[in-house]
């Protein structure tokens, strides 16, 4: 079952961006992981706008690949820097319907 990263971030101190984004994409894919979006542009449509910089969507093939690639040594240095140089929030999402309503994700 997939597994979504979301990664919501408000930089503080753009030093780290250049680094990060040359690099980091290469160690997410190492881990079975891929982009699915990296943009700043964020629309509110309900509810408070986040104080945010920008977001990250990634998916990975389960849990295990994202603690692997998290906890990894080759990423480390990058995780370091990016929470040095924002305010991070990490979120892991399952590909689980609890409601069972959606009929093309398996049942909860």
């Known amino acids: ?5 979301i990664a919501d971030i408000k930089v503080t101190d753009n030093s780290w961006i250049p680094d990060y984004a040359a690099n980091v994409h290469n160690i997410v894919h190492k881990f079975g992981g891929k982009y699915l979006t990296r943009t700043g542009n964020i629309t509110t449509v309900e509810g408070e ?3 945010t910089t920008l977001v990250a969507l990634l998916e990975f093939p389960d849990i295990t690949s994202v603690q692997n690639f998290a906890g990894s ?3 480390a240095p990058y995780a370091k820097a990016r929470q040095d140089g ?3 929030r990490l979120h892991i ?3 689980v319907d609890l409601a069972g309503t959606i009929p093309y994700l398996e049942k909860g």
């Open 86 to 88: 924002s305010v991070s």
């Open 1 to 5: 079952m997939s597994i979504y990263v």
């Open 49 to 51: 706008p986040m104080d």
């Open 73 to 75: 040594d080759e990423y």
């Open 93 to 95: 999402l399952d590909a």
